[in-house]
């Protein structure tokens, strides 16, 4: 298992498109993908899922993977955060 905390940090937190950009660089690896937020665990392959997290912005996700790929696939996610999925 690989796992890094990351901080929410684009203005209107975790909501639909930027959640669609985590399952999009998700569904690249064949591992699986969960990302965590205050005890509460999101498949990283499921919209929905990382929907019902309701992280706003400063929230501290917790991103996980396992498998072949899960380095990269963490990675991956932890770049798409980062990054304010696109936003300024």
Not at 30 to 49: F, H
Request: proline share 2%; net charge negative; aromatic share 4%.
């Amino acid at each position: 298992m690989v796992e890094k905390e990351v901080e929410i940090v684009n203005e209107v937190g975790l909501h639909i498109r930027p959640a669609s950009m985590l399952v999009e660089a998700a569904n690249k690896f064949k591992s699986n993908v969960w990302i965590e937020k205050d005890g509460q665990e999101a498949n990283g392959k499921s919209i929905m899922s990382i929907l019902l997290l309701c992280a706003e912005k400063g929230s501290k996700v917790n991103i996980k993977a396992e498998g072949p790929d899960a380095t990269q696939a963490v990675e991956a996610l932890v770049r798409v955060v980062k990054d304010r999925f696109g936003e300024e």
